[in-house]
């Protein structure tokens, strides 16, 4: 197939990645560990473990795991925010062979009772202040070893500080009784008597069950393997070579490691270059990520849309230096043009959008991070990474805005399928396709843009209305702050929008929306009900929930 996008990649940026290069995901960590060993890896409230420090510390984990009896295949679950025991406890897990479920520790018992139970979890490692949770669940899965851990367990003397606060004044773990525990530190003590059983680990093997979102149905797990691992972290380090110079970067990680995107980008790819990643534990604290900012001055930071726009509203992000940042990277959701475009004005910096999906590791598409950015798209496909456009008979569009269609993907990267759900990964891989259930067009010069989600789309009296686009005009209203758009039964017209928002400025009303949209939307798009809200519902990393907006009018 014809591939439009090659004659607009970087300079240095090659046209294809090697996902052979390494045996496995650990293959490549290991050089880096020894490559960069005397460089920070991680730094979260002042503590630094170095690439040495983390060499050390997983190998002993990965002991104390065998020691256990936990064998190579099978499942552990990481659940807890960003703190350094993640990075030890997911390379620990990996260099004996276990298999990693990536664990959002906001998730309610009932949402961790499916988790666990549907990978086969044999262990987790689990932050105190969810304990609780588990402790009601526990006895319907197949967890025997549990390992705990507090906020403030690899801090130093700073964190018995920090968890007395955590446990007496703010009062932030909930009383909890599980049998058999053992504390995560007492793991590394232990582990230093054991050595790790030898095991062949090979590329095709499946490292990681990552949970989709769950917002569109059951969640499912998908297997992502060494190679698929491999090969995005190469993508995404190829991609971004021109500005990231080995050994000499700061990344800011706003976003929770357990999700896809901070997991593959910050946590592994950016290893690659020897960079540093600054853990932030709670990314809705934007003083104190403000505060982690000034004091570390970023090269990169990723994040999403809400994040974005949340700091371009905080007093004090403008007075933060900019001058060393050469990147920022959205992901997850759509980039508004409105936040962009401030982005821009107050960092000088642009703000990147990039596309993927838990299914392919997850980047699929990033715009160059150079002039050539193109706002409103999604760039183009990164390194042996093919897209293209299907109808819904399956046949392939060319390019154009009036050929829109369905989005599928082939790449290295892609999922070997979802985890004991053969039917579910037929119906998502076809042919080697991903179909990835959005919608958009390819522009003829090989850049992306997405429409919206299928199950999103709203149909005013025959006509499309992508929620996206909506959103978007609302965005550039200088007295909104957030939105979301849904359709909503009309007798009439079938659906109509109706707009959910979050006001910047008090004096915003109903009719100003409507006028707004009306100056920037055809007829049809525009809202004919307004909703203001304090604040609209968010997954934990800052993805408004479209779906929860529309349950409750069930």
Known sequence: ???????????????????????????????CFEKYKDLPAFISM?????????????????????SRGLEPGDRIAIMMPNLLQYPVALFGALRAGLILV??????????????????????VVIAENFAANLQQIIGETQIKTVILTSIGEMLGLKGAIVNFVVRNIKRMVPKYNISNTVWFGETLKQGRKFTIKPFQSNPDDTIALQYTGGTTGVSKGAMLTNRNLVANM??????????????????????????????????????????????????RDLKALIREWRTHQPNIVTGVNTLF?????????????????????????AVQRAVAERWQQVTGCQLTEGYGMTESSPVLTVNPVDQSMRLGTIGMPVPSTDLRIADDN?????????NTGEIQARGPQVMKGYWQRPDATAETIKDGWLCTG??????????FQIVDRKKDMILVSGFNVYPNE??????????????????????????????????????????EVIDFCRENLTGYKVPKQVEFRDELPKTNIGKILRRALRDEKK
């Open 102 to 123: 990536n664990t959002n520790p906001l998730y309610t018992p009932r949402e961790m009772r499916h988790q666990f139970a549907d990978s086969g979890a044999k262990a």
């Open 470 to 511: 909506i959103e978007d005009v609302l965005a550039m209203h200088p007295k909104v702050r957030e939105s979301c758009a849904l359709g909503i039964p009309d007798e009439k017209s079938g659906e109509v929008v109706k707009a959910y928002i979050v006001k910047k400025d008090a004096s915003l009303t109903e009719q």
């Open 234 to 283: 190469l993508q995404i380090r190829a991609w971004l070579s021109p500005i990231l110079p080995e050994g000499n970067v700061i990344a800011l990680c706003p976003l929770p490691l357990y999700h896809i995107f901070a997991f593959t980008v910050n946590c592994l790819a950016f290893m690659n270059c020897g960079a540093r990643n600054v853990l932030i534990v709670n990314a």
């Open 309 to 333: 726009n949340g700091l371009l509203h905080h007093p004090d992000f403008g007075n933060l230096d900019f001058s060393g940042l050469k990147a920022a990277v959205g992901g997850g959701m």
């Open 394 to 402: 399956g046949n392939i569009l060319p390019p154009g805005p009036e």
């Open 438 to 447: 959005d919608v958009g067009f390819m522009h003829p010069d090989g850049f």
């Open 46 to 66: 002042g503590k630094t473990l170095t690439f040495g420090d983390l060499d050390r510390l997983s190998k002993n984990f990965g002991a104390y795991l065998h």
């Open 1 to 31: 197939m014809e591939k439009p996008w090659l004659q607009h990649y970087p300079n240095d940026v090659p046209a294809n990645i090697d996902p052979d290069k390494y045996a496995s995901v650990m293959a490549m960590v290991e050089e």
